[in-house]
């Protein structure tokens, strides 16, 4: 190429305007709330191509428009894709574990005593409470 240029005079191109490289700038309008159907028709009729592209959770009612990507009032060239995003309705919240004490037994626990008699007594546990058991001193086995 530069043997086909050699001796000419160099030549600088204009520079180009924001139109010629971007094209026709418009704004992508409002769809918020509106059903699928309207949303996409009135993207079309701004010059956009337009389709439902996902689904999220928001506060637009279900079925309706949440968004568009790009956002409204973002300026794209004319022709450009906008995806439709549907509502899927506000996140449903799980319920959250209560901190809250759960009832307990009757209070008639199983305690096991070690009870001591006078010498080798055996005790037997009398359930005390939430299960504290206290041991009373059984038959003693004589003295040491």
Do not use: C, W
């Amino acid at each position: 190429m530069r043997q086909a240029s050699e001796g000419k005079p160099v030549e600088d191109f204009e520079s180009a305007d924001s139109k010629t490289i971007y094209g026709d700038r418009v704004s992508v309008p409002s769809t918020y709330g509106l059903n699928v159907g309207e949303a996409i028709g009135r993207l079309q009729a701004a010059g956009f191509s337009a389709s439902v592209s996902g689904h999220t959770n928001s506060s637009a009612p279900a079925g309706s428009v949440a968004g568009t990507s790009p956002g409204s009032g973002a300026r794209v060239a004319k022709g450009s894709y906008v995806g439709v995003v549907v509502s899927d309705g506000p996140k449903q919240e799980k319920p959250k574990p209560s901190n809250t004490a759960q009832p307990g037994g009757d209070g008639n626990g199983n305690g096991q005593g070690n009870g001591q008699g006078n010498g080798n007594g055996q005790g037997n546990g009398n359930g005390g409470g939430p299960g504290n058991g206290q041991g009373n001193g059984g038959p003693g086995g004589g003295q040491r």
